[in-house]
């Protein structure tokens, strides 16, 4: 009787420290769960600025106004265009 009882109380508290782990990890991969959220949104939202940059500087005025002034290109005259077909 006396062993049964010391083997029921070993088996309980060998499943109580399974429960505690069991809870520990689960806390611990929530708190993982809730960084990688964090980082998506932040990855996220730093996506959208560099897609808004993006369209900000290859819009075709911009693009238009630098060739201009920086590397000084013009349209060239109406005579000067030559328009290539393929057969």
Do not use: C, Y
């Not at 900000?56 to 238009?64: F, N, P, V």
């Amino acid at each position: 009787m006396r062993l049964s009882t010391i083997l029921l109380a070993l088996l309980v508290l060998v499943s109580l420290l399974g429960v505690v782990a069991a809870r520990q990890t689960s806390r611990d991969l929530f708190i993982a769960l809730q960084d990688a959220q964090n980082q998506h949104f932040k990855l996220d939202t730093a996506w959208g600025q560099l897609q808004l940059e993006q369209s900000t500087l290859a819009a075709h005025g911009r693009i238009e106004t630098i060739a201009r002034e920086k590397l000084g290109m013009t349209m060239p005259p109406v005579n000067g265009i030559l328009v290539v077909r393929q057969p």
